[in-house]
């Protein structure tokens, strides 16, 4: 069970000595409770305290490494049970299976389409992180095989689905990548050895959250030390209830017993597994195996968890500065915006669309949309003016004096033309229309300075 802050607190020297950071024991003791300091940084506490702290302040939610080096993934190690409390850390990792039935050509075709599985948004490339290799076959030398292929042909880290001999025969092959193992649940004792001998993390399999209570502290009774949990759900709405349930005994009970990341498997006759997929990725589902590798289902899966997993204290942004679009010349309009990042993709593709080469000004705006902006006295006719006035600015890249700005902030035109000497255009309200508004504007507009 959980310390408390009290408890903690009277384990803590209680000097108020401010080394860590704190600028009491007791707010130290509170971090510590809530699970968002360590121990480590209360250097004059006792080896006794650090020791049983220690395991009072370890994330409530394990880590599991799968895979190694840049490509690693990383499932659990989460400290909130709500976004807006912090933030996520680390997106549910969505595996897509191959079977250890498939012909040569026909493994290099499926694993082709899963890297296909990959897309630039909002500046960031988005991909599916896992292939999930299925041992149909009952035929470990094959298994072993199909898994040294997969990972030769697709570079991404491993789930291996099979019987412990299967998977026995797949870690000589392909250990040292660090896979992770998912022996079925009759086998649990035996995988979780196997896994403990190899070093490498194991999915423990059982049906429901009481089911898994025992099969978990049979692995950990076996020698395993990284584990992932799969409850088996039948349906989405049992899968849904059961991540709930494990994530909120972690987090909200620091129940240690069942505190581990969980694994959902999707595929193999799973019903509306994309549904699933969709509930399980802001619920908790730390790894999800599909079958489908269908674009279609799988690139809004992908939108869906990135959108999740974005940091709620900070946007996405991008720099600020000057963009040019197509081949922007000196007499091209001039644009600006925020630099949140979806805003600056939107204005940036419907720039594009108006096939209108183009400066897109990018404001620091804490990475805020534009009107959140302008409510936040972020994006203003003073700072705006700032940006078109800078020395070795946009004024010595452009001929003209003209400057699109967004319609939901028409009302600073006037200001900005007072403070700046440039003539304002107020766009439309919406970035979608800036094709047609790029397009009808006289080339007048943008007549050199002196003209
Ligand atoms: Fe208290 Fe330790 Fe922090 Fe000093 S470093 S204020 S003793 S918790």
């Known amino acids: 069970m959980a310390l408390t802050a009290l408890e903690i607190y009277k384990l803590l020297p209680k000097t108020n000595c401010k080394e860590c950071g704190f600028p009491t024991c007791l707010a130290f003791a509170m971090q510590l409770a809530a699970g968002k300091a360590g121990i480590e940084k209360c250097e004059p506490a006792s080896m006794e305290a650090k020791e049983k702290l220690g395991a009072a302040s370890a994330p409530p939610l394990p880590k599991v490494t799968v895979g190694t080096g840049d490509g690693a993934i990383i499932l659990g190690d989460e400290v909130v049970l709500f976004r807006h409390e912090k933030t996520f850390y680390h997106p549910t990792a969505i595996a897509v299976s191959v079977s250890d039935t498939l012909g040569e050509e026909a493994l290099r075709e499926r694993l082709r389409g899963i890297l296909a599985l990959s897309f630039e948004r909002v500046g960031q490339m988005i991909s599916v992180d896992m292939v999930a290799v299925r041992c149909d076959s009952s035929d470990p030398a094959r298994f072993a095989r199909i898994a040294g292929g997969a990972l030769s042909g697709g ?12 998977l026995a025969a797949a870690v000589k092959e392909v250990g040292p990548s660090r896979p992770l193992l998912s022996p079925p649940p009759e086998e649990v004792e035996d995988g ?10 194991v999915v423990v399999k059982a049906r429901g959250v ?9 692995a950990r009774a076996a020698g395993a030390k990284e584990i992932v949990a799969d409850p088996m759900p039948e349906d989405a709405g049992q899968a849904v209830a059961d991540s709930i349930c494990i994530r909120s005994l972690a987090i909200a009970h620091r129940a240690r017993e069942v505190a581990y990341p969980t694994a959902f498997d999707l595929g193999g006759g799973f019903p509306l597994p994309f549904a699933a997929a969709c509930l399980l990725v802001p619920k908790y589902g730390s790894l999800l195996v599909l079958d489908t590798a269908d674009p279609a289902e799988i690139l809004p899966l992908l939108t869906l968890r990135q959108n999740i997993f974005t940091d709620p204290q900070r946007p996405i942004q991008v720099e600020p500065g000057i ?9 091209s309009p001039v644009l600006i915006t925020t630099n949140f ?15 209108t080469p183009a400066h897109l000004l990018i404001a620091e705006c804490d990475g805020m949309s534009v009107l959140t902006a302008w409510a936040a006295g972020k994006f203003t006719a003073e700072s705006i003016a700032k940006i078109l006035g800078d020395s070795g600015g946009i004024e010595g890249q452009v001929e003209h004096r003209t400057l699109i700005l967004p319609g939901m902030v028409a009302r600073l035109s006037g200001k900005i033309e007072e403070l700046s000497g440039w003539r304002v255009l107020v766009g439309p309200q919406e970035s979608s229309a800036l094709p047609s508004y790029l397009r009808r504007l006289p080339p007048a507009a943008f007549l050199p300075a002196h003209g």
């Open 341 to 355: 990042s979806l805003t600056y993709f939107t204005v940036r593709s419907d720039i594009e669309a108006s096939r």
């Open 323 to 331: 963009y040019p679009i197509g081949k922007a010349t000196p007499s």
């Open 210 to 218: 009481k089911g898994l209570e025992a099969a978990l502290a049979a």
């Open 192 to 201: 979780a050895r196997l896994a403990a001998s190899a070093g490498l993390p």
């Open 155 to 166: 570079g991404k880290p491993l789930l291996l689905q099979g019987p412990v001999a299967a």
